[in-house]
């Protein structure tokens, strides 16, 4: 069984009282984070210690889902200072501009590891898998097995053939869903509702979970990505899923 709880799924920008992308991942005795974006932060607090986390995956390099990765450093730096012991926790992600690379590798907090396209990886009894996604920057979705179950995550990205790939047979597919009606100007590098639908529907996904939606616009994100994949549900901040 794998355990997704949602901490942020806000596009773009933290609404009040929400959060961008955040999951936690719980399988196999395992805790994996997944982006750590705007706002997210004070969320997972709530429910978890971050510093019990096994590890952190990030999608990719923009501030909705990785800005709050920067106060959690601080916050493990601060507690190592008032004297608890502190595990270093493996941090996946994209190449970082120097700049991020410089901050979160200070400290031995983070052990950080660079992600590609294809790389496959273990930690227990779970496997991950990477693929590069269509986005403004280097973006990778990730197939996560766990015993029988697989769990796909979109990241953000535009339609691209990769998808089809990575959301086939999944027993949960995790999709953003940024985009409804005609948004063409943003449909090289954001799914719509209805397209992630479609995509879960075509790939035989078990389930499709939507994320990275605007809050004001989810009506119209369930009942367009419902008119191509009928049991789709929007995920919501502090809910747990089982998969």
């Known amino acids: ?12 920008f933290p609404q009040a009282y929400g959060a961008c992308a955040c999951y936690l991942v719980e399988a ?3 805790k994996i984070l997944l982006d750590m974006g705007s706002g ?10 971050i510093a019990k986390l096994d590890m952190i995956v990030l999608s990719h390099m923009h501030f909705d889902h990785m800005g709050d990765l920067f106060c959690a450093k601080y916050q493990l730096e601060t507690r190592r200072a008032w004297g608890e012991t502190v595990p270093k926790i493996p941090l996946l992600a994209p190449p970082m501009p120097q700049w991020a690379r410089q901050e979160l590798g200070a400290g031995e907090v983070f052990d950080i590891c660079a992600v590609e396209d294809g790389a496959s990886l273990s930690l227990g009894d ?37 998808l089809s790939a990575l959301a086939k047979n999944a027993d949960a597919f995790l999709c953003e869903a940024t985009l409804t009606g005609e948004d063409g ?59």
């Not at 499709?208 to 990505?225: F, M, N």
Request: charged fraction near 15%; charge should be neutral; aromatic fraction near 10%.
């Open 185 to 243: 100007a943003e449909q090289s590098h954001h799914l719509s509702a209805a397209v992630a639908g479609a995509l879960a529907a075509n790939s035989h996904a078990k389930r499709l979970l939507l994320t990275h939606y605007h809050e004001k616009w989810s009506r119209d994100v369930l009942q367009q990505a419902r008119e191509f994949f009928s049991t789709a549900e929007l995920t919501h901040i502090g809910t747990t899923y089982a998969i």
């Open 28 to 30: 196999c005795g395992k």
């Open 126 to 162: 779970i496997r991950m898998t990477f693929m590069c996604m269509e986005h403004l920057v280097e973006s990778y979705g990730l197939r996560l097995y766990a015993g029988q179950k697989i769990l796909a995550y979109s990241a953000d990205t535009g339609l691209c053939p990769q």
């Open 1 to 12: 069984m794998i355990y997704l709880t949602v901490f942020g799924n806000n596009a773009s």
């Open 40 to 49: 997210s932060l004070s969320q997972l607090l709530r429910a978890e210690d």
